[in-house]
């Protein structure tokens, strides 16, 4: 768990780091039909497994473990701070962008991720058969919201809370440098 908490934090600071600029809609498009017809390979790899309510549930629980940090429990960024701040932003896993992908790619961009772009790839971390659970996962996601925020995330935001409330107390001038980034300061927690 402590881990875990490290990793996040280490993710929010990487992620912070990138999100100076939004990509304008067509550079997204191009962005997308790129991905859709030149680099995403599997476009005629089945699945080999059977949608079975057993492998869609393991299924989430491999995304609940690899994947909500990113892309939220359901798939659509719920409670993800960052997600839309990204470049290119992270789409809901139920957009029509990403649900046109044959199972076939969906399991390639899991393999090799998206590059460049935050989307790690997950060979030798998640083995194939994890890989074609998650993709009946993605086809079966439930309702946005419907599971609430990571828990990584609802600890985050009580933090950010909590010292808004500080903050607002003193603070009229120049803060000291270690005080003007809540991350360094949610850190000491
Ligand atoms: C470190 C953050 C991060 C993690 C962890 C992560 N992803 Fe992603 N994912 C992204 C980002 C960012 C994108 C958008 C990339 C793009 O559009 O170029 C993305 C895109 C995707 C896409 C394609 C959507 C698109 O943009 O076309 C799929 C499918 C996907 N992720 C599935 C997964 C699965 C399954 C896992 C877990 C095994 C996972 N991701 C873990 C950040 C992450």
């Not at 993710?11 to 304008?24: E, H, I, R, T």
């Not at 659509?76 to 992270?90: D, I, K, L, R, Y």
Request: with cysteine.
């Amino acid at each position: 768990m402590r881990a875990i908490k490290l990793f996040s934090v280490g993710l929010l600071l990487f992620f912070a780091g990138c999100k100076v600029s939004q990509p304008g809609g067509i550079e997204t498009k191009i962005a997308t039909q790129m991905k859709q017809k030149i680099t995403v390979g599997g476009k005629d790899v089945p699945n080999p497994l059977p949608a079975t309510p057993e492998n869609i549930r393991e299924g989430q629980e491999h995304f609940s473990h690899h994947c909500q940090v990113c892309h939220g429990l359901d798939g659509q960024n719920t409670g993800v701070p960052f997600a839309e701040h990204m470049s290119p932003p992270v789409l809901s896993l139920a957009s029509k962008d990403v649900q046109d992908f044959k199972d076939g790619q969906l399991k390639w961009i899991i393999e090799n991720g998206i590059n460049p772009s935050g989307m790690p790839a997950w060979m030798g971390i998640v083995d194939d058969q994890e890989m074609w659970k998650i993709v009946h996962f993605l086809r079966h996601l439930p309702p946005k919201g419907s599971l609430g925020v990571p828990a990584i995330y609802q600890e985050e935001a009580a933090e950010h809370e909590h010292m808004r409330s500080k903050e607002q107390g003193g603070k009229s001038g120049a803060a000291p440098a270690g005080e003007q980034s809540p991350r360094q300061h949610s850190h000491a927690h």
